[in-house]
């Protein structure tokens, strides 16, 4: 267990780390890294490509079709060793091996591209650090600090180690991507409690961090995963995964099919065996053809195309992400972020631009709104909600900001973006210049520094001395309001200095004290004319009788784009919930403008969370949309707590901090800019663009993904439960009465070609489908509901009409209209016309399967509406009419082709049967969704 760092005195540190000021010795650092190993983030062993390929062949319908290709290969080696041609022997073979590599390899390739996307986002950090060694200041690698080396640490280092502070001037460190809290962390030396937050441990520093302002120096107290940062990363990586909803529903789905294929195969095999047993046959064939009844019927129950239709819908889903700046890290992911009903979001970067900006100006007893977001020098002065042009009054407001300042605001033109160098709070101030046309370098051309009074936390103030162009000395000061203003005896109003009475104080401080419960973080700004003849520039001196300006508020407020996102989340139904290690006031404020925190709603800290017991917390967690001084643990028992109630969570972040919770929700979603490596690496989807409207699309997409796979899933069971029904009846009727009679209407082959090739273009095209104009204004479904909710009545009303229309086609052209009596008139069977006008009957129920399968997969293309109430929109998806087409063409020129009609026992059909057969196929075009979808038939998931 680690010490308590923070509650020791420094010397006591030292002597528990055998350490000095002076800096370990080199040998010792040796010894130390043998003892404690590198300071770097152990990293998980990832996953190799071949890896990544072999996991594809895990999915239960892919085993499913495993087992019917070897079934297959076993038959057609049987039949080539008895005079059969490889083609037509090992056809099925063939055919269902190629769909399984196709979803292998789609998967794969989708997988292993987003790897290294990832990859492609690594940043080092802190790869270089600062150390006293033997007495001297020296550079070395950041990975070779140990426990006991003296940091040295200016403004711009990152910090490379957890370290306890023995010197401090002005530090001030950015620990964001920590604790989550935007403001820089003013540091001191001070002894604090045992039981102190890290987020309040001010006499600390942590690892991945860095300095925004100021010096000091610090012993470094733990390396590695031993740091505040490695402790997060080894609770990411010791995490279970678990399966996305739809993987679950696949599983769940899947499972039952392969019950169910297992249980009727060996009922049809029993039945058909014992028919060869009865009459007294043990020939091989007999066997044979048993179970390749059994086979055609697994392969007729198996959906063989869902694995490669869900693996394409969600692959073009991926890419249609990546046109949207987000990554998909895992294919199934992509769908599950339509199902999303809880979007936990930490605050700091990803609902706000993780940059401190001036929104409010007080001067002169007036309120003035300042618009614009982050660190772009654009936007404008508003004063009752009208646009107004900065006086001379306002003008030296921003400017005393400006130059009473050491940060500086630099356009990078490789990210198009602005950055601030140094501390974000300054940098509002910087901007806020800017905006008025106020530019910094331009100012300190004009108005020179010639003195300093730095700001200290005693002091709370700061105070710059400046020449004029006039050749004048002023002073300008900024501070905490309450502070600034105890020096200052005279108002400027209206461009005149007034005398500054206790009544002008009060309101001051009563305006003060209400911008701060707005979690404005609120800076006074005052000046004074110093007499020339001042040389010596102290704080007695040149901080008394000063001129007070007025206030300037800041905050980092939301992404403008993230508070139109909410209000669409809000629309469809998805709660919104804010995590931060930010105080509770700024968090509140923030969730109020963004939309997440209305009247009603629980806000909880951390403290708060922590006399919880789960049960307490499960019975309130619905109704709390904001978290505020929370750590990576309470985030993951927030996720925990929503998923147990049945939610499905998306949990998004940027900072090492949020990477447990990103883990553990249903879908993490990670930033790509500003994010850590940890967290990309816990993630299952990455924004490129660190934006929080980029959810909201993914959400979109998501959903339309799912509504094309349930379009599939319709297609595929109304279609493949008539070939189930057909050759079970078939199957048991030719078992009692003879195989002769009643042979099966359909064939292997001709199933293979039905389900893969007939639907599987269609079926693509269905992925492709354009969303419905609800999809993001209904609610997010129940995570229990499953893929084939609703759908019942249709499947039921699709495969009854289809098989009654191949069982009229078949027993026409077997049984009442045969091309070849035979049938003789003693009863017995002319051999050869009977195998003429099966070939004629099957081929006329494989056509009549097939087309109605075309027709009617025209109305599996919405829940609502027909294609008949579609009007011009049924043909919008140029991509699905010409595979409907295509399947048309193709299905009907395979009846036409030699070579084919040999593979698939097939022949061709006269003009006559094959307009009657199209005739009875079109009934596909009148199973109405409107009438038939949404009622509840069965319970089935």
Request: net charge negative; hydrophobic share 45%.
């Amino acid at each position: 267990m680690s010490k308590p760092w923070h509650s020791m005195v420094e010397d006591e540190i030292l002597r528990e780390l055998s350490s000095r000021r002076e800096g370990l010795s080199s040998q010792e650092a040796i010894e130390r890294l043998r003892k404690y190993g590198y300071n770097e983030i152990t990293k998980v062993k990832r996953r190799t490509a071949l890896q990544m390929f072999l996991d594809e062949f895990r999915d239960i319908f892919i085993l499913l079709l495993i087992a019917a290709t070897v079934f297959s290969a076993i038959i057609g080696y049987w039949e080539m060793l008895h005079g059969g041609e490889f083609m037509e022997s090992f056809a099925d073979t063939i055919t269902i091996g190629a769909i399984i590599l196709l979803c292998a390899v789609t998967g794969f390739v989708q997988e292993y591209r987003a790897e290294k996307a990832i990859e492609a986002l690594k940043k080092l950090a802190a790869p270089k650090a600062r150390v006293i060694r033997d007495g001297k200041e020296m550079i070395i690698p950041a990975k070779e600090v140990v426990p006991g080396d003296i940091l040295v640490l200016e403004e711009g280092d990152s910090i490379p180690a957890d370290a306890r502070l023995i010197e401090v001037v002005e530090l001030k460190t950015n620990e964001a991507i920590l604790t989550g809290e935007s403001v820089p962390v003013n540091k001191e030396l001070a002894v604090l409690p045992e039981d102190t937050h890290v987020s309040e441990r001010k006499n600390m520093v942590f690892s991945a961090t860095h300095v925004v302002y100021g010096r000091g120096k610090a012993v470094a107290v733990a390396t590695g995963m031993n740091t505040e940062f490695g402790k997060i990363a080894g609770m990411v990586q010791t995490a279970e995964e678990e399966e996305t909803p739809l993987q679950r529903k696949l599983d769940r789905f899947a499972s039952k099919i392969a019950k169910i294929v297992i249980a009727v195969c060996v009922i049809i095999f029993a039945l058909e065996a014992f028919e060869v047993i009865m009459q007294m046959q043990f020939e091989p064939e007999g066997f044979i053809q048993a179970f390749m009844s059994s086979i055609a019927l697994a392969i007729s129950a198996v959906p063989e195309g869902l694995p490669a239709i869900v693996t394409i819908a969600l692959a073009l889903g991926a890419r249609e992400f990546a046109k949207h700046n987000a990554i998909v890290r895992k294919l199934s992911a992509a769908e599950s972020l339509g199902s999303v009903t809880v979007i936990c979001s930490d605050k700091t970067g990803t609902i706000t631009r993780g940059e401190m900006t001036v929104r409010t100006l007080y001067l002169a007893g007036k309120l003035v709104e300042v618009t614009g977001v982050g660190y772009e020098p654009k936007g404008e002065f508003r004063k009752g909600g009208e646009a107004v042009n900065p006086e001379a009054d306002m003008k030296l407001l921003l400017q005393i900001g400006a130059l009473c300042n050491n940060a500086s605001l630099r356009r990078n033109d490789e990210r198009n973006a602005w950055e601030i160098f140094g501390d974000p709070t300054e940098g509002a101030l910087v901007v806020a210049a800017a905006k008025a046309g106020l530019e910094k370098g331009e100012l300190e051309k004009n108005f020179p520094r010639v003195g300093e009074i730095p700001f200290t936390s005693e002091r709370k103030r700061m105070t710059t001395i400046h020449k004029t162009p006039e050749g004048d000395i002023v002073a300008y000061m900024k501070g905490a309001p309450e502070v600034v203003l105890e020096r200052c005896n005279k108002i400027l109003e209206d461009g005149k200095e007034k005398k500054l009475t206790d009544e002008k104080k009060k309101e001051i401080l009563r305006i003060n004290e209400e911008l701060a419960g707005k979690a404005l973080r609120l800076l006074g700004m005052a000046y004074r004319k110093l007499p020339i003849v001042i040389t010596k520039y102290d704080a007695d001196i040149v901080e008394k009788d000063m001129v007070f300006v007025g206030l300037q508020g800041m905050i980092d407020p939301p992404r403008e784009e993230a508070i139109e996102a909410n209000k669409l989340c809000q629309k469809a139904g998805i709660k919104t919930v804010m995590i931060t290690g930010d105080h509770k006031l700024t968090a509140v404020a923030v969730a109020k403008e963004v939309g997440i925190f209305k009247e009603g709603d629980v806000v909880l800290t951390g403290e708060e969370l922590d006399k919880l017991n789960d049960k307490e917390f499960e019975g309130i967690v619905e109704k709390v949309t904001v978290y505020a001084r929370v750590s990576p643990e309470h985030k993951l028992r927030i996720v925990n707590a929503l998923k147990k109630k049945g939610h499905i969570v998306a949990m998004t972040g940027d900072g090492v901090n949020d990477a447990p919770a990103v883990k553990a929700a249903d879908v993490g979603v990670a930033m790509g800019i500003s994010g850590t490596d940890v967290t990309r690496e816990a993630a299952d989807l990455v924004l490129t663009d660190d934006n929080f409207a980029t959810i909201v699309k993914a959400v979109e997409q998501g959903r339309v993904i799912y509504d094309n796979i349930r379009k599939y899933a319709r297609f595929l069971l109304a279609c493949n439960f008539d070939e189930l029904l057909v050759i079970g009846t078939f199957a048991v009727l030719g078992g009692i009465f003879g195989s002769e009679l009643f042979p099966l209407p359909l064939l292997p082959a001709m199933i293979l070609w039905i389900n893969l090739v007939t639907d599987g273009a269609p079926a693509v095209a269905l992925a492709t489908d354009p969303p419905d104009v609800d999809v993001m204004s209904r609610p997010p479904r129940r995570p229990e509901e499953g893929i084939l909710h609703g759908m019942g009545a249709f499947i039921i009303a699709s495969f009854l009409l289809q098989a009654a229309g191949t069982f009229l086609v078949f027993c026409l052209e077997y049984y009442v209209w045969p091309s070849h009596p035979w049938m003789l008139p003693d009863g017995t069977i002319d051999e050869v016309a009977r195998r003429l006008t099966y070939r004629e009957a099957t081929t006329t129920a494989f056509v009549q399967a097939a087309m109605f399968e075309l027709f009617v997969v025209w109305n599996c293309r919405s829940e609502k509406r027909s294609v008949w109430r579609m009007g011009r929109k049924a043909f919008k998806n140029k991509f699905f009419v010409i595979a409907d087409i295509a399947s048309i063409a193709l299905t009907l020129g395979i009846t036409c082709i030699p070579t084919t009609q040999q593979l698939f026992h097939l022949t061709s059909l006269s003009i006559t049967d094959l307009a009657y057969v199209m005739a009875v196929a079109s009934w596909g075009l009148f199973v109405f969704p409107e009438f038939l979808m949404g009622r509840k038939v069965w319970k089935w998931r």
